[in-house]
């Protein structure tokens, strides 16, 4: 065979075994969310005991490409909003707590004698997430007694940027990946919204022909200013038996980890 | 094609060009050919395509009142908020509004505003085709369909970077969005937008049929003024429906939650 005939077949394997690497590496990649509810209901700023009724207590957005991933934990301490995100970014079991001034491991800070966040480091050494990969997930005390219930639903082909899994990346304490809830979107795109400059157009072209218009960019802010809470939409979600609220799903019962 | 097989094959038209001038034309022709795939390359932001899609939003709330029903807006958001939760662009905000009027449509402004119309809801039966309906505008949105139209119009020939968008260009830009989603997107478009739309309906745990049961609807009211546009915008129902039905079964989407009381109670 011919030298450049061998360089080049070398060559076309190099190139096939590097795409082979990123198709797994992409496959590799997941983003789900767990909804988290304890029992009880919420009265006064703190969840009671309520015979029949759940409080939701936290959400948690998950980006994962093994063995590193992030955890954007928003808590409720209402039952009505989420506050303010906590960001941890993990490799296998170990996880750091990203601000946007730097990064502590979890082990130092406060949150680390929090129980429902060192419950979110749901991964095992080599970064995968143990558990399901969606549906209703009960845990209970060694006595049987329910401790939480998470409704995990997964989201379809992520995107999201490896570099916000770094947590030495500057960008990484400041920029959010979740979306889908107003509350987020309405923090992030305000600079947006402030130096938005369109004047528009007067005409626009229609099947009926060109058409007048006069722009409304007050009707543009209300839609922008109409906030429907991460709260609201899972209840809204649960009401209507959606996702992981299906009667259906399967419950996998223990613990996630 | 990603970016640098478009420079690539820019670069190749260029070149080609240059080398076998068999006529002044052709000479030519390629050239613009060349001109245009590099156009397609200009990256644009996620800012930008916000700020785009903010004044194609004000265009469409200026042909059509936007609604200022808060149950009605709300309902709509939790519905196209649960589908949206779906996508998988984490750079977007998605808003929903209503537009007051008899028109049957719903239009995807880039960066995530979508609008429905009265019309439309007036004609949909149950939750599951309203939540097909806005899955498939924020499968618009993903893919940046309105954002690719203006990259490949004339609007985009003296525009040498995304910071050249703004003042008297930014407005053109609007323009050309804007008649780009009232005049209908392309074939192409429209079926993608179908394929993502039943998908992330599907994802969200509602029944997949929900977006072509609406559609075989639309098709019945064919011939009624309100419905005459979204039958000159859109590709024909039958092949829409058709391969809907196909993407269901190929992907074995199934649930049967349409929610059809919570919609009417809601809505009407």
């Not at chain 1, 990064?103 to 480091?121: G, I, K, M, W, Y």
């Not at chain 2, 309906?133 to 949105?141: F, N, P, R, S, Y």
């Not at chain 2, 072509?212 to 429906?241: C, I, M, N, Q």
């Amino acid at each position: 065979m011919r030298r450049g005939a061998v360089i080049g077949r070398a060559l076309l394997l190099v190139a096939a075994s590097a795409a082979v690497a990123a198709g797994e590496a992409r496959a590799q990649r997941a983003q789900w969310t767990d909804v988290v509810y304890v029992p009880g209901q919420w009265s006064g700023g703190r969840v009671v005991a309520q015979a029949d009724s759940i409080a939701m207590v936290m959400r948690i957005d998950y980006f994962s490409a093994p063995p590193k991933w992030r955890a954007e934990i928003r808590r409720s301490s209402d039952g009505r909003t989420l506050g303010e995100p906590v960001i941890l970014i993990g490799q296998g079991r170990r996880a750091v707590v990203v601000t946007a001034l730097g990064s502590t491991p979890l082990e130092q800070h406060a949150l680390a004698r929090d129980p429902l966040v060192t419950a979110a480091v749901v991964f095992d050494q080599s970064g995968r997430r143990a558990g399901p990969a969606s549906g209703r997930i009960t845990e209970r005390s060694a006595d049987g007694r329910v401790g939480r219930i998470v409704f995990r639903r997964v989201i379809r082909n992520p995107s999201f940027d490896n570099k916000l899994l770094d947590p030495g990346n500057r960008a990484a304490g400041r920029t959010l990946l979740a979306s889908g809830i107003a509350a987020v979107g309405d923090q992030r795109s305000a600079s947006v919204v402030a130096t938005a400059g369109a004047r528009g157009v007067d005409r626009v072209q229609t099947p009926q022909g060109s058409v007048p218009v006069t722009p409304d960019t007050a009707a543009v802010s209300r839609m922008e200013r109409f906030a429907v809470g991460a709260v609201a939409l899972e209840e809204f979600l649960r009401a209507g038996g959606l996702g992981p609220y299906a009667p259906a799903h399967s419950d996998s019962g223990g613990k996630p980890q | 094609m990603n970016r640098h097989g478009r420079l690539v094959m820019a670069l190749g038209l260029l070149s080609g060009a240059a080398a076998t001038p068999s006529t002044a034309q052709g000479v030519l022709d390629r050239l613009r050919q060349a001109a245009n795939i590099a156009r397609t390359l200009l990256p644009i932001s996620t800012d930008k395509e916000v700020e785009i899609g903010r004044g194609i939003a004000a265009t469409i709330a200026g042909r059509f009142p936007v609604s200022s029903d808060a149950a009605l807006t709300r309902y709509v958001n939790l519905v196209g908020l649960t589908v949206a939760s779906q996508s998988p662009r984490p750079d977007i905000t998605y808003r929903f509004a209503v537009l007051e009027t008899p028109t049957v449509n719903a239009y995807a402004a880039p960066g995530g505003y979508i609008f429905i119309t009265k019309g439309a809801l007036g004609l949909i039966e149950n939750e599951a085709e309203l939540a097909g309906v806005l899955a498939h505008e924020v499968g618009h949105v993903n893919q940046r369909h309105v954002i690719n139209q203006i990259r490949k119009s004339d609007t985009m020939r003296e525009v040498r970077n995304q910071l050249d968008i703004k003042g008297s260009t930014l407005d053109k830009v609007v323009g050309t969005g804007s008649n780009a989603l009232f005049m209908g997107l392309s074939r192409g478009d429209e079926l993608e937008g179908d394929s993502l739309g039943i998908l992330y309906a599907a994802a969200a745990g509602y029944d997949p049929g929900g977006l072509a049961s609406f559609v075989a609807r639309l098709d019945r009211h064919a011939g009624e003024g309100p419905v005459s546009e979204f039958f000159a915008t859109h590709p024909k129902p039958d092949e829409r429906v058709g391969r809907l039905h196909a993407i269901a079964q190929r992907e074995d989407l199934r649930s049967s939650v349409t929610l059809a009381e919570r919609y009417r109670e809601s809505v009407h």
